[in-house]
């Protein structure tokens, strides 16, 4: 089989673009957000010094955890990789990989480094940890509903769960843009994107026992494998982020060939920002909300997509 | 779809989403607000059925709805609200199950009421496409809903007036009624939230009484 | 004299009244309203059928001389019971409020047009939901506000189909729609369905029927019997009106037998025998709808037993509200041995309960007479026969628990005074009196 370049070349630069560009989205987002309350914030690439910082320790594993606490971090990092190659987070064209999944198979990979990392948490068998899985498991189960059900709006409109072609349906049907489907789609999937990024005004990213969420279940880990989770949870931020922006949000602009790749890279930086503004603007304008909120929120969220989703079904 | 369509259907959706947040909402006061915004909102859709169908009776229609139900009626029920208005509040609980039964409701009222009886039925509406119907009578049920749901009385009244307001909806996108009838139809809702109001000073939650059983 | 101008005066009249409150002298021009109106009525007679602006039929005519008379006793039983009770509420306001309950069924009567007659019923629920809790206690205010909530939700249904006849005939009038030959499509089908809702929940058929019982128990008794006696007829002139456009019989005679099934069955339990005497209301409604379903004379029937048993359910609830405020009992096992002190008020207890029931010479009985000679010849048997053996329930049950009210040992008891012991007896023997005339007029 004759290796494509152009192809490789594609698939590389999407690749190490998502990879080495998140933590630049949580520093930019960081930083804008602590000049909206005033502060001076940390540095835009201060999430990079902490990868390298972390990186340097030295890690050290419960006595009672297993071997599983040591390999889910990696495995975790991986399942997000691939990931970041079959979805078009970068580039509007097929790449190397894409041909293996489409937006449900997504979202089950989505589902499966959730499930490990929290297998992982519990192995620590710390209890805090066990706390955030508790808490974990039951958003999800509104969560995750609403991340399936989001995409079966989009297959409706478009016909086909393949992202790729969706991104083209939408941008050279303009007029699916508007439908009642994806707009609320776009909404319930806005929600649960400020969700799991962990923008809830609830603590839920803090380094509070009693309030965390996410931060829960990677509680026990230090050093390399606390930056390889870390980084890994970046990844999983910007791919959503990217498929809310891609696909709902603003899914026009995306350049196509190596070049077109290369400048691809600009104008998602570019569309980030508009999103992180958004989400800033979100964040700080909420008042703070009981954790168990939460499954309010979520359930209006699933409540939104589902109920449009019928709604598209009916009107057609 | 044309640009103006395409916006009466995202406004009446809006109304829809007011319905819905009504129902979770247990600030009487913040309620009496988003009924106000339904009310504003169904005035939009009217406006916007005004310039669609070229049609001045519309913008009539819109204006009543919008000052007198968005506005008078909210004053009404405002008036009776007790001190500390901002935390007058009905005792709610379970919103995720209260959603989802809200969601069943909704998908019956869809179902039953459209696929099988009007979608065949009511072919020649005002709006062109007769699917639009299907808001109007999502909104009623959810009116009829919050009514069930709800103990506090201003949540019933203002379950009532989310149902007239469907009903109003619904002329507006099947066939606007005589302008004396719907005349008196709005006076009359005014009434009746103003003689419930009174009602609503002498009890605020109801309960099931042994006298009036059976 | 221009029609017109008298109907006005006819649906005015009771407004006009409301002068009065301004010289504190309600009480008098409620009555003289009320002769006025019933004196109207008569005259209005001779130009029978009106068909314009209004829209009066000897059918609807039977109704208006019907809210006539009972606003009429009523009136004159409202100022002492209400003084006797001792209410808090100002008596004027009472009076204004019952003039604008009246002027709105009146209204709703003779308008020729649906949507504004939808409004007029709309209306009566709006003046009429402050006279339930005249007495303002916490479970009349209960009822009150259930009344409003159900019957504006029923009602909201009703508007349903009043959009859907616009729709589908582009008029709301009804003597234009009623002279449209081909009436019948699918559309029509389920307009009128919905109707049988809509208003059935303020006549009280069957699934919709909750708010009834609570309302008429608790409502003072001249308020009772303007509700029983006329209000309930009221809507199911409106219902019938549309029922016209398209008879779906067979449902509606669906419904009407569950309402009488229901009703019997209840009536069979009840410990408050206003709330008894309400659901013989509901009895009473679902019969006149049977009636009105079948057709023929069926519809004569039902007219009859509209008419007279407007009268004699006043009656019974005049006297059983004599009878609350002297026991001060609502409960039908404390109340007992009422024929030895009061006599008057048990005789119009025992005879008004002999009528609703349907007792052989009383109006009620003409009217199911006739309604049951037209099942009969429609061979609805299956029909009859759980027509006549419910009847025969509710009959067992009302006047088994009157008798034991009425007779039995002795208990101290103090009869009402003056004109409040012989309102009850004039309505209970005006109902013997129509069933009299109409089994001579018959025969």
């Known amino acids: 089989m004759a290796v494509d370049f152009a192809l490789v070349a594609e698939t590389l630069i999407q690749f190490l673009a998502v990879v080495f560009l998140c933590p630049f989205f949580i520093g930019v987002s960081n930083k804008l957000k602590s000049i909206v309350e005033s502060r001076n914030g940390p540095s835009i690439i201060q999430p990079y010094y902490d990868i390298i910082k972390l990186l340097q320790k030295e890690s050290i594993v419960p006595g009672n955890a297993s071997n599983i606490f040591i390999y889910v971090p990696y495995l ?82 478009t016909g086909t769960i393949n992202p790729y072609v969706t991104n083209n349906f939408l941008v050279s049907n303009p007029s699916a843009y508007l439908t009642i489907t994806h707009v609320f789609a776009t909404i319930a999937f806005l929600m649960l994107f400020i969700f799991e990024s962990g923008r809830l005004p609830v603590e839920s990213s803090g380094l509070m026992e009693f309030g965390m969420v996410e931060d829960a279940l990677s509680y026990e880990y230090s050093g390399k494998l606390l ?51 958004i989400l800033v603007f979100i964040e700080t304008s909420l008042a703070k909300m009981r954790l168990f909120k939460i499954q309010d929120y979520l359930s209006i969220a699933f409540l939104i997509s589902l109920f449009f989703l019928i709604f598209g079904l009916v009107i057609g | 779809m044309n640009l103006i369509t395409e916006l009466i259907y995202m406004l ?54 919008i000052f007198l139900r968005g506005f008078l009626v909210s004053y009404l029920l405002e008036r009776q609200i007790p001190k500390r208005k901002e935390l007058f509040r009905e005792y709610t609980k379970g919103t995720p199950s209260t959603l989802l039964t809200a969601l069943i409701v909704a998908v019956v009222g869809i179902f039953i009421v459209y696929f099988y009886v009007f979608s065949n039925l009511i072919t020649d509406v005002a709006f062109g496409t007769n699917n639009i119907i299907v808001f109007p009578f999502v909104v009623i049920f959810l009116g009829i809903f919050q009514i069930l749901a709800r103990r506090n009385t201003l949540a019933h009244v203002i379950g009532y007036v989310e149902q007239e307001n469907g009903i109003v909806l619904m002329s507006i996108f099947l066939i606007p009624v005589p302008f004396i009838v719907e005349l008196t139809v709005f006076l009359d809702v005014i009434a009746l939230v103003l003689i419930a109001s009174i009602v609503a000073r002498e009890t605020s939650e109801h309960k099931n009484l042994e006298e009036l059983r059976g | ?113 649906y949507g504004l007659m939808w409004a007029g019923i709309e209306a009566t629920t709006i003046t009429s939901a402050l006279l339930v809790m005249t007495e303002q206690t916490s479970i009349s205010v209960e009822a009150a506000w259930r009344y409003i ?94 029922y016209q456009i398209k008879p779906l019989d067979s449902l509606f005679i669906l419904f009407s037998l569950a309402t009488i099934i229901v009703a019997s069955i209840f009536m069979t339990y009840q410990k408050n025998y206003k709330r008894m005497f309400a659901y013989s209301s509901m009895e009473n409604m679902g019969i006149a709808l049977l009636g009105l379903s079948i057709g023929g004379y069926g519809i004569i029937g039902a007219l009859a037993v509209l008419f007279a048993h407007s009268f004699a359910k006043a009656g019974a609830f005049y006297s059983s509200g004599n009878i609350l405020h002297s026991t001060g009992e609502r409960n039908i096992s404390k109340v007992n041995g009422l024929i030895h002190d009061m006599k008057t008020t048990s005789s119009a ?34 029909e009859f026969a759980i027509v006549l053996f419910f009847l025969m329930v509710a009959f067992i049950s009302i006047n088994y628990n009157v008798n034991n009210m009425v007779f039995g040992k002795w208990r101290a008891n103090k009869e009402a005074k003056g004109i409040l012991k012989i309102i009850p007896l004039v309505s209970a023997l005006i109902s013997l009196l129509i069933g009299i005339v109409l089994i001579v007029v018959i025969a």
């Open chain 1, 76 to 157: 975790a990092f991986g399942v997000y990789s691939l990931i970041s190659i079959v979805i078009p987070v970068i580039l509007p064209q097929p790449i190397y990989f894409t041909a293996t999944v489409d937006f449900l198979g997504g979202a089950l990979l989505f589902g499966l480094a959730g499930f490990i990392k929290m297998l992982a948490a519990m192995d620590s068998g710390n209890n805090f940890s066990a706390f955030g899985v508790a808490r974990v498991a039951s958003f999800g189960v509104f969560s995750e509903g609403t991340l399936i059900v989001v995409f079966f709006a989009v297959a409706l409109i």
């Open chain 1, 227 to 277: 930056a390889i989770n870390k980084w890994g949870s970046w990844i999983k931020q910007y791919l959503l982020g990217s498929v809310l922006l891609n696909v709902f949000l603003i899914p026009w602009g995306l350049q196509t060939g190596v070049l077109g790749a290369l400048e691809d890279i600009p104008i998602m930086i570019l569309k980030w920002l508009v999103l992180i503004v």
């Open chain 2, 12 to 65: 009446s959706a809006a109304t829809l989403l007011t319905a819905f947040y009504i129902l979770l909402q247990p600030f009487i006061q913040s309620m009496i607000r988003t009924i106000i915004t339904q009310s504003v909102v169904i005035g939009l859709i009217s406006f916007a059925m005004a310039y669609y169908l070229r049609n001045i009776d519309f913008i009539l229609l819109g204006l009543l709805v």
């Open chain 3, 1 to 113: 004299m221009d029609m017109n101008i008298i109907l006005y005066l006819l649906i005015g009249l009771p407004i006009l009244a409301e002068v009065g409150y301004l010289f504190n002298v309600m009480r008098i021009t409620t009555i003289l309203s009320a002769i006025l109106i019933l004196i109207l009525t008569v005259l209005i007679h001779s130009a029978l059928p009106i068909a314009g602006l209004f829209y009066i039929t000897n059918f609807n005519w039977i109704l208006i001389l019907m809210v006539g008379s009972i606003y009429l006793l009523s009136a004159l039983f409202s100022y002492d019971y209400l003084k006797e009770r001792s209410i808090r509420m100002d008596l004027n306001y009472y009076y204004v409020f019952m003039n604008l309950f009246v002027a709105t069924m009146l209204f709703s009567l003779i308008i020729n047009n």
């Open chain 3, 149 to 242: 909530i159900i019957v504006s939700v029923g009602l909201v249904f009703a508007f349903m189909s009043i959009i859907l006849i616009y729709y589908n005939f582009h008029t709301l009038t009804v003597t234009q729609i009623l002279s449209i030959p081909n009436r019948s499509s699918e559309i029509v089908t389920i307009t009128v369905a919905i109707a049988l809702v809509g208003f059935g929940t303020k006549i009280g058929i069957f699934p919709m029927h909750t708010w009834l019982p609570d309302v008429h128990s608790e409502a003072p008794a001249p308020v009772s019997a303007l509700f029983s006696g006329v209000l309930l007829p009221v809507a199911l002139y409106v219902l019938y009106l549309i």
């Open chain 3, 349 to 382: 207890l025992l005879l008004s309960s002999l009528a609703v029931t349907g007792a052989p010479p009383f109006g009620v009985f003409v009217g199911e007479f006739l309604i049951f000679i037209q099942m009969l010849r429609l061979h609805l048997y299956l």
